[in-house]
């Protein structure tokens, strides 16, 4: 057994006395020790197609599965972005809504307001305010496509709309039954 008092003082830069469990790890390890450090021996490497003539390659990985947080990520940008003026519910009672010049609309009445089917089309066109819906969103409304496409997406659109869907699906989780 190796003694732990000889292991804390190699650790500190102690010197350690020769013990005889000590010599027969050093004599059975050694070599391979040397090898490791000399990188002889297996690499680390993974064999490639072209190391392993007559075989075919691995298969390709299949792609990610959609991100289990994608709700986490709605509702975060919704209160970041939304809940100032829709409030944290939704409901149109958010801290700013006393000095906008007009009432900001209960969200989880969408899908009532329309039959009882959530449009997402239609909400995520409000939401991104870019090619708006008439009589829908307004002036009032800021136009989240662009804010979405800032530094933090590194400008880049398609997770500027990826984020926009988020907070459409979130949108859906507030409705109302």
Same mark, same amino acid.
């Given at each position: ?51 392993? #003539?007559?075989?075919? #390659? ?6 990610? #599965? ?112």
């Amino acid at each position: 057994m190796i003694d732990p008092t000889s292991i804390k003082a190699a650790a500190v830069g102690g010197v350690v006395a020769r013990s005889p469990a000590r010599e027969v790890v050093m004599r059975r390890l050694g070599p391979v020790l040397a090898l490791v450090v000399l990188g002889v021996g297996p690499s680390a490497r993974p064999a490639s197609p072209a190391d392993r #003539p007559g075989q075919a #390659p691995p298969p390709a990985l299949s792609p990610a #599965p959609p991100s289990p947080v994608a709700g986490v990520a709605g509702a975060y940008a919704f209160r970041t972005h939304c809940a100032s003026c829709h409030g944290a519910d939704g409901r149109g009672e958010g801290p700013m809504t006393a000095s906008l010049r007009f009432q900001p609309p209960d969200l989880t009445l969408i899908a009532k307001r329309n039959g009882g089917a959530f449009p997402a089309d239609r909400v995520e066109r409000i939401v991104d305010g870019r090619s708006p819906l008439k009589g829908h969103g307004g002036p009032d409304m800021p136009i989240w496509g662009d804010a979405f496409k800032n530094a933090e997406t590194g400008y880049d659109e398609a997770q500027a709309r990826a984020k926009i869907h988020a907070v459409v699906e979130h949108l859906r989780t507030l409705q109302s039954h």
